[in-house]
């Protein structure tokens, strides 16, 4: 199993309140990734890294924000939690993204976040 | 842009059965394609992938050929267990890009 970490696994906060979800690999991958998955939604991606400071937006991306000062963490902040923001997080990492080759070609997931905001 | 279709579930199975979940994509050029799997309280695991036109992927017991003439992926196993009951999402990746597109997942549940 990829060495994927996320911290906390559990969470429930208050509407406005800030959180910060952590992902943590040991597998050096240049690609990060922060995804949520909601039921009739499948999973949908937050905002992603291609290494060190270099982040970008993904599909649903409104109210988050990310940092990636390390090779190993990706952070995703929810800087004033909302309920719509309940969900379940899911981090991924992965070696080589646009220029990868079939063996290298896969994104490896964390065990996930259940985070509520009430 | 780009999408991925699954079949709604849940689908219900009695143990030995066929299986297929059908998938169809929307892409432009030739993306890689995939299958995950979810088991209850844990994360996604690639379940199998084809990355062009004709590749089958397969996996303990499972298959899927990537089919560019009518842009589908679909998910057949010969024989189900009670242990395959989970979520299958299938997903794209587009040429050139390193972020997935997922379908929104179809629960399988196998009885004995």
């Known amino acids: 199993d990829a060495g994927i970490t996320q911290s906390p696994r559990h969470k429930v906060t208050e509407t406005g309140t800030p959180v910060t979800l952590r992902c943590h690999q040991t597998?050096?991958?240049?690609?990060m990734y922060w995804y949520r998955q909601d039921p009739g939604h499948g999973l949908r991606l937050i905002h992603y890294?291609?290494?060190?400071?270099?982040?970008d937006k993904g599909e649903v991306s409104d109210g988050y924000s990310v940092s990636r000062s390390k090779t190993e963490d990706f952070l995703l902040t929810l800087e004033s939690a909302t309920s719509s923001q309940t969900s379940v997080y899911f981090c991924a990492i992965s070696e080589i993204g646009a220029s990868s080759g079939p063996s290298t070609d896969t994104q490896y997931f964390g065990p996930g976040t259940r985070l509520t905001v009430l | 842009g780009d999408s991925v279709t699954q079949m709604e579930g849940p689908v219900t199975l009695s143990e030995e059965a066929f299986l297929t979940i059908n998938c169809t994509y929307t892409?432009?050029?030739?993306?890689?394609l995939f299958w995950y799997v979810q088991y209850p309280g844990e994360g996604l695991q690639l379940l199998l992938k084809a990355t062009k036109a004709d590749d089958k992927g397969s996996n303990k017991g499972f298959e899927a050929t990537y089919r560019k003439e009518t842009t589908s992926f679909h998910l057949e196993k010969g024989s189900v267990q009670v242990s395959d009951s989970a979520v299958y999402f299938c997903a794209l990746r587009p040429s050139g890009y390193s972020t997935l597109t997922f379908g929104k997942g179809t629960m399988l549940l196998v009885s004995p």
């Open positions: 597998e050096n991958h240049r690609y």
């Open positions: 892409a432009t050029g030739y993306p890689s």
């Open positions: 890294s291609y290494g060190v400071k270099d982040t």
